[in-house]
């Protein structure tokens, strides 16, 4: 029978909830706000959310006072009847820039003021060619043919909303790299975890083991578990090089590669290196959940067995598997999590080259590499939404209690 939480129990909890609330439901809302706009720093109309029509005010006013300034050298080479109509325009630009010259942002416009200003950008525009038109022979310092040089600034001063709504979404399903990173995602997810059950189940069993040094041997396979992702893929990318790495060499030699050049410079290679590295990695980690589970089991039970002629086979598959399917899918959810958001051993190893981009490789070139904050946020939910999945499934499906509710 569940309890109720009371008032002073869930005081407890609270802390708890604000920190989920600060650093995993906000980052994700973010970016599933992100996601919804073509948010990009590498172009200036994009460089925000807007949701409605932006004006920038502070490149408006330099772009006009750039254009008088520049007319006003025009002016001094036309017939004096035609000056007023020059100066007219002239006067109309310092006009149309007098109330930004403060300005420092982009801003938002009143109704209809946006408007207003494109018009009269336009009227001056057709009052500066009917000048140039009517004096083609006036010796001009800039004249007709740099018009759309001094003039076509003004024409982006306008920004647009540059909210996406779903579209992002929809590219994701069109999109021929994403599906690749999807599936080499996969890939290392599914086949990592699976190699490091097996071997952890093999050491963990090991490590339960009552004899003499089991206390080292515990220590030493924990080792590979302690050392920082990023320095054993660094230390793993060495043993693999081409030239000098003695596993390279080893595979060559054995077969599994035409040459030893060919370890991180083939799909099949990288690959292969990626989730050997992983492997080798994290199996302690798997271990180590698997021997908590182990070490629970009453080993009464193993007594009754052996008393019944079981054999160890048959122990293990009839006593210890069922009794330690809870951890093991514990162990299982955690460890698959993990390698689907693997990032740092594929970015030190092979940066996502050669049929290895992950979607967090791929979602850190959009959003670092290309400024693309927009569609990489999508691809980042898109992510979340697959760890979610794969919670579920665990969870709900398979049955893994994260928290024992005794």
Do not use: H
Request: net charge negative; charged share 15%; with cysteine.
């Amino acid at each position: 029978m569940k309890k109720s939480l009371s008032f002073k129990q869930a005081a407890f909890l609270l802390p708890l909830l604000l920190l989920l609330a600060i650093f995993a439901v906000y980052p994700i809302l973010t970016s599933v706000v992100y996601s919804l706009f073509d948010y990009r720093t590498n172009d200036p109309a994009a460089a925000g959310l807007y949701t409605d029509a932006r004006f920038n005010a502070p490149l408006f006013y330099e772009d006009c006072d750039y254009a008088a300034w520049f007319l006003e050298d025009d002016l001094t080479v036309l017939p004096e009847e035609a000056k007023p109509e020059m100066q007219a325009v002239i006067d109309g630009f310092k006009e149309l820039a007098a109330p930004y010259k403060d300005a420092s942002e982009v801003i938002s416009l009143p109704a209809g003021e946006e408007e207003r200003i494109m018009n009269r950008v336009k009227e001056l525009r057709e009052n500066l060619t009917a000048v140039y038109t009517a004096n083609p022979d006036a010796p001009w310092y800039n004249g007709p043919e740099k018009l759309d040089l001094l003039l076509g600034e003004l024409d982006k001063c306008t920004i647009g909303s540059n909210f996406a709504g779903l579209a992002s979404y929809g590219k994701l399903v069109t999109d021929e790299r994403f599906g690749k990173s999807l599936l080499s995602t996969l890939i290392f997810t599914v086949i990592s975890v699976a190699f490091e059950l097996l071997l952890g189940m093999a050491l963990a069993l090991i490590m339960n083991k009552a004899m003499k040094g089991i206390g080292l041997v515990r220590t030493i396979a924990l080792i590979p578990w302690a050392i920082p992702t990023a320095v054993s893929a660094l230390m793993w990318s060495y043993m693999y090089d081409g030239s000098s790495g003695i596993i390279a060499k080893l595979f060559a030699v054995l077969g599994l590669i035409p040459s030893p050049e060919q370890m991180l410079l083939s799909a099949g290679g990288a690959m292969t290196a990626a989730i050997l590295s992983d492997v080798w990695k994290t199996t302690p980690y798997m271990a180590l959940l698997l021997l908590a589970g182990l070490q629970i089991i009453d080993t009464g039970l193993y007594e009754s067995a052996k008393v019944d002629g079981a054999s160890a086979v048959r122990t293990f598959f009839s006593v210890t598997l069922p009794l330690l399917k809870p951890s093991m899918l514990v162990a299982l959810l955690f460890r698959t999590l993990d390698a689907f958001r693997v990032y740092d051993l594929i970015a030190v190893l092979t940066g996502g080259a050669q049929g290895t981009e992950t979607l967090s490789i791929y979602a850190y070139k959009l959003m670092i590499g290309q400024s693309n904050y927009g569609y990489g946020s999508a691809v980042v939910v898109a992510m979340a939404a697959c760890v979610g999945i794969i919670a579920f499934i665990f969870v709900k499906v398979l049955g893994a209690e994260l928290i024992d509710d005794d």
